[in-house]
């Protein structure tokens, strides 16, 4: 079966479950199996990238820059040694964004942001991020009203589609 696994920090778990879970139904809903792990800061990056290569996911969906703090002995960023495909979507306009966007990236991550100062300087300031698009706010809270719902599942529901049209017919980025 295919795999998607959506990666997560343990400190945003709480205000992210209910915007997860709606993600988890979109790839459920396409045949994917999900699996969920939330990573800690005091746990070693390897026991988390460990679990990654050995789950062999087709997907990897990452929430507020989740593990991008993992670096490797050249301080490149050690989610580019993973060979699936990646989506990684950035919510609201936390500070550490800009540190993690100047660095090099693969072609295979696609970045979506509901922040447009990331947007509309993405190519100048950001010229190492390979795609990225701007999407319609996310809601985050503990708990979302089932409109907030369903406007998050249109908005992460079309990311994938991207990422998919892309897949089915790649294109320069």
Not at 84 to 110: A, N, R, V
Not at 127 to 137: C, Y
């Amino acid at each position: 079966m295919k795999k998607v696994v959506i990666l997560c920090d343990e400190r945003n778990r709480e205000i992210l479950s209910e915007t997860i879970s709606v993600m988890k139904e979109i790839w459920l809903d396409m045949g994917y199996e999900t699996i969920e792990l939330f990573v800690s800061e005091g746990e070693s990056p390897d026991k988390y990238m460990n679990e990654l290569v050995q789950l062999k996911e087709d997907f990897l969906v990452t929430f507020a820059m989740a593990g991008f703090a993992w670096r490797g002995l050249m301080e490149q960023v050690r989610f580019n040694t993973l060979m699936t495909m990646q989506i990684h979507i950035l919510i609201g306009d936390l500070p550490t964004y800009d540190f993690f966007l100047q660095k090099e990236f693969g072609i295979h991550s696609f970045f979506f942001t509901d922040n447009e100062k990331i947007v509309k300087n993405w190519k100048e300031r950001y010229p190492l991020v390979p795609f990225l698009k701007g999407i319609p706010k996310l809601y985050v809270a503990k708990r979302l009203t089932e409109e907030e719902k369903r406007l998050n599942r249109g908005n992460l529901k079309s990311m994938v589609q991207t990422v998919m049209a892309f897949i089915e017919k790649p294109s320069v980025l």
